[in-house]
């Protein structure tokens, strides 16, 4: 029975009895009744105490449930693994300063962990989580304590932060990606990591959350696709190219069976001799409208894409038959993409177009950027393993514009380094370049690796590049990438310039 009821029917039995009382036994009762109201009196009071107790129990589980709804609510907004908000907590979190009208200033930071993938896939993810770990608390040292740290997706930061103008946000994002390049050690690993950032400020054009989150990512995709840039500001051109990129796409598709590329090959010369040493493939696509398109507009989106395994192996297939065509002692150098690399058979399907070519391993260099390290470095390892160990030789292109490390040349079969033209021909160029060149030029002549200088364009700049140590050199100033038929001219007059002077000698 309920307490309230306990104490009714007290109630109503002690009245309804008195007045029986009174009734029956008159004045006589009433030390009777006395004793009832006494007995009743007990009765409330034992009622009213378990009325309380209730009363009170229910306040506590009121209490508590709504404890536990919090806590639930925010367990679904906490990335278990690191202790920052997940999306939804992120987008809570920056959803209250526009809410509050406390928006102005917003910075958006997205991050995303070089290597990561490798480092789960070789060592577990009990590893992979502590390294998870340790990055939010990196993170959460070095941003300011007002600003939304979340981790999305498997490897991705997000930081949201209020600041004083662009020059902060680009000396934050600076210290942040020095803090997280820094080596760590896990349970007996040494970890090397770092992370692409892409950043985007609330201007008056991002009206809401959801724009500001896209330009964020739209910038971390280029932070991540450029060789040069680990940060990248948005911009609006980033989104013009965005259209651009499906345009693109769907073009590239197109052009692939329509047979609208070329190939273009672009001689490398011994500085020593001044004689042709190899030729760089170099794709071309004629575009019927848009007339010629450079490899940097549309590369990319090959890669994004997938396209660039079928276009890569078009292009080797075809350099390689154009090379069996040269003499023996010229060879070949052809770029390849990370993602080429990694596609399944990729070491496979070169030497297949070597053997169907006719052509020697030992004629045909690969062109990789440091890149192709950033993502994953075992099946790099395996790749280049394989064509080393049938002869293919390797080349560090671009060197100077990523992480520079030595240690992928300790580590990797290379045989050449090409340093890039923004140290020869860039517009910074100058005695510090110059110190890098003859630097790199002093390890390749210790460690026996050729280098070559990119970008000549000048009599002078070729000069100072060969004072400097460097065995091969190529640029304008020796001839731009020809259609096949003028790279075989370019040979035939060489030939033909040898013979001639060993008729005059
Ligand atoms: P890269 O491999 O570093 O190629 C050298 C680039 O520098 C070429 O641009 C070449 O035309 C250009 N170049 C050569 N000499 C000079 C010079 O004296 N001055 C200046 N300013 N530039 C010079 P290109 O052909 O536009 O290629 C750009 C990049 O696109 C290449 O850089 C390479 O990373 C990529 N690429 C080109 N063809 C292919 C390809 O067949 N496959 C892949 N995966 N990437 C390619
Ligand atoms: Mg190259
Ligand atoms: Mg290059």
Redesign the pocket.
């Known amino acids: 029975m309920s307490p309230k009821r306990t104490m009714l029917t007290f109630l109503i039995g002690a009245i309804c009895g008195g007045a029986m009382a009174l009734l029956v036994l008159g004045e006589g009762s009433v030390p009777l009744i006395a004793s009832g109201l006494a007995l009743l009196s007990a009765g409330i009071a034992l009622a009213l105490a378990r009325l309380l107790t209730i009363r009170a129990r229910d306040t506590n589980a009121a209490q508590l449930q709504a404890e536990m709804a919090v806590e639930i609510r925010h367990r679904a907004r906490t990335d278990t693994v690191t202790g920052l908000a997940n999306r939804e907590g992120f987008e809570v979190a920056i959803g209250q300063w526009f809410d509050d009208g406390e928006q102005d200033g917003t910075f958006l930071f997205w991050l995303d962990l070089h290597r990561f993938t490798e480092v789960n896939d070789t060592l577990g993810h009990q590893i992979g989580d502590k390294v998870l770990h340790e990055m939010a608390e990196r993170l959460r040292k070095r941003a300011p304590y007002d600003a939304i740290l979340a981790r999305f997706g498997s490897d991705e930061f997000l930081v949201g932060v209020r600041l004083a103008g662009k020059n902060e946000a680009e000396a934050l994002a600076g210290a942040i990606s020095a803090d997280l390049a820094t080596p760590m050690r896990i349970s007996g690993h040494r970890i090397e990591s770092g992370a692409a950032i892409g950043i985007a400020e609330l201007g008056d054009k991002t009206s809401s959350l959801e724009d500001l989150m896209q330009q964020a990512d739209l910038a971390l995709f280029h932070a991540k696709s450029g060789a040069r840039h680990h940060i990248c500001f948005f911009n609006k051109a980033m989104s013009r190219n965005l259209v651009r990129r499906k345009e693109i796409e769907a073009e590239l598709r197109a052009a692939i069976q329509k047979d609208e590329l070329s190939?273009?090959f672009?001689p490398i010369i011994e500085l020593e001799s001044g004689k042709i040493r190899a030729f760089?493939?170099?794709?071309?696509w004629f575009h019927p409208e848009k007339g010629e398109l450079?490899?940097?507009e549309f590369?990319p989106v090959a890669?994004e894409t997938g396209l660039?395994i079928t276009?890569?192996n078009w292009?080797t297939r075809q350099a390689a038959r154009t090379c069996a065509t040269w003499p023996d002692h010229i060879n070949l150098a052809?770029?390849?993409?990370p993602v080429?690399i990694r596609a399944p058979g990729a070491a496979l399907g070169i030497l297949e177009a070597l053997k169907e070519a006719k052509l020697d391993p030992s004629r045909l260099e690969l062109?990789v950027?440091e890149n192709l390290f950033i993502e994953g470095t075992s099946d790099t390892a395996r790749f280049m393993d394989e064509l080393a160990g049938e002869g293919v030789r390797f080349a560090l292109?671009?060197f100077g514009t990523g992480y520079s490390s030595l240690h992928y040349i300790n580590r990797y079969p290379f045989r050449t380094i090409?340093v890039?033209?923004s140290f020869v021909?860039g517009p910074n160029n100058g005695r510090r370049s110059d110190a890098i060149i003859r630097a790199v030029a002093e390890m390749g002549a210790t460690l026996g690796l050729e280098i070559v200088a990119?970008?000549?364009?000048t009599a002078e700049q070729v000069a100072n590049v060969r004072r400097a140590g460097c065995t091969l050199g190529?640029?304008?100033?020796f001839s731009?990438?020809v259609p096949d038929h003028l790279a075989a001219k370019l040979l035939v007059e060489e030939e033909a310039g040898d013979s001639a002077k060993r008729r005059a000698s």
């Open positions: 190939i273009y672009q760089e493939a170099l794709v071309r450079i490899p940097e590369i890669e660039i276009l890569g292009i052809v770029n390849l993409s080429q062109e950027t292109d671009d090409k890039d033209r021909s990119e970008g000549l364009e190529q640029g304008y100033f731009r990438a």
